[in-house]
């Protein structure tokens, strides 16, 4: 038998799923029968299996085994927050990096968007400004909103590398802004939609790039 680090063994076994292309939702073999086909110890293996189970690339059910699951993207978030905090990053380099993801999606949104998308869009603004007027918090409205951009492009590469930066503002800071503030950006929120719906591509761009820009402008007033 092989005596590899946990971290090591968790790496075999994603090879291993990756290598059999199982799926979520796919059973691994019986723990025995994995240990034998990767050449180590039982307590290695399981020591890997809670690496994984930790990180949602698998779960462990009673009498059903060991199933592949897909991990969510806030789990895949949380180490990206850990490396970026022991980087010692400004909090600036989030935002522009954020800007210029996410005006690069409404670009590709206007010009991929299919008519769902739009209703989707439209109701994350709608559920925005209701929340806007009835002084309610809207940082759930306002990821759904962003969200929906995102899938818009009809790429899930480009709404996975969005989303995993946009979560890092929740591990920055979740205090909604104040009543006027939310009014204005909900404004600007329209307008992006517009863009998209009426297809311009540019437009789209440079407003939401210009839309998440102005955090950098309120946090210097503070």
Same mark, same amino acid.
């Given at each position: 038998? =092989?005596? #590899?680090?946990?971290?090591?063994?968790? $790496?075999?076994?994603?090879?291993?799923?990756?290598?059999?292309?199982?799926?979520?939702? $796919?059973?691994?073999?019986?723990?025995? !029968?994995?240990?034998?086909?990767?050449?180590?110890?039982?307590?290695?293996?399981?020591?890997?299996?809670?690496?994984?189970?930790?990180?949602?690339? @698998?779960?462990?059910?009673?009498?059903?085994?060991?199933?592949?699951?897909?991990?969510? /993207?806030?789990?895949?978030?949380?180490? @990206?927050?850990?490396?970026?905090? +022991?980087?010692?990053?400004?909090?600036? $380099?989030?935002?522009? +990096?954020?800007?210029?993801?996410?005006?690069?999606?409404?670009?590709?949104?206007?010009?991929?968007? @299919?008519?769902? !998308?739009?209703?989707? =869009? #439209? !109701?994350?603004?709608? &559920?925005?400004?209701?929340?806007?007027? %009835?002084? &309610?918090? !809207?940082? +759930?409205?306002?990821?759904?909103?962003?969200?929906?951009?995102?899938?818009?492009?009809?790429?899930?590469?480009?709404?996975?590398?969005?989303? #995993? /930066?946009?979560?890092?503002?929740?591990?920055? $800071?979740?205090?909604?802004?104040?009543?006027?503030?939310?009014?204005? %950006?909900? *404004?600007?929120?329209? &307008? =992006?939609?517009?863009? @998209?719906?009426?297809?311009?591509?540019?437009?789209?761009?440079? #407003?939401? /790039?210009?839309? /998440?820009?102005? &955090?950098?402008?309120?946090?210097?007033? *503070?």
């Amino acid at each position: 038998m =092989i005596n #590899l680090p946990a971290s090591s063994t968790a $790496d075999r076994i994603r090879a291993y799923i990756r290598k059999n292309r199982l799926k979520p939702g $796919d059973k691994l073999p019986v723990h025995a !029968d994995l240990a034998a086909k990767l050449g180590i110890g039982p307590r290695r293996l399981r020591e890997a299996l809670s690496i994984l189970e930790y990180q949602g690339f @698998i779960e462990t059910r009673n009498k059903a085994g060991t199933i592949v699951r897909r991990p969510s /993207v806030e789990r895949l978030g949380e180490p @990206i927050a850990w490396h970026l905090d +022991a980087s010692g990053y400004k909090l600036e $380099d989030l935002i522009r +990096a954020r800007a210029w993801i996410e005006g690069g999606a409404a670009a590709e949104a206007a010009e991929r968007r @299919i008519a769902r !998308d739009l209703l989707l =869009i #439209l !109701d994350a603004l709608e &559920q925005l400004e209701a929340r806007a007027s %009835s002084g &309610q918090s !809207d940082l +759930a409205e306002e990821k759904a909103f962003h969200l929906a951009v995102l899938h818009a492009t009809r790429n899930p590469v480009i709404a996975t590398f969005g989303q #995993l /930066v946009t979560l890092q503002f929740e591990y920055v $800071d979740a205090t909604p802004p104040p009543r006027r503030r939310r009014d204005l %950006s909900n *404004r600007e929120h329209r &307008q =992006i939609y517009e863009a @998209i719906e009426r297809r311009d591509a540019n437009a789209a761009r440079s #407003l939401m /790039v210009a839309h /998440v820009l102005t &955090q950098l402008g309120r946090r210097k007033k *503070r």
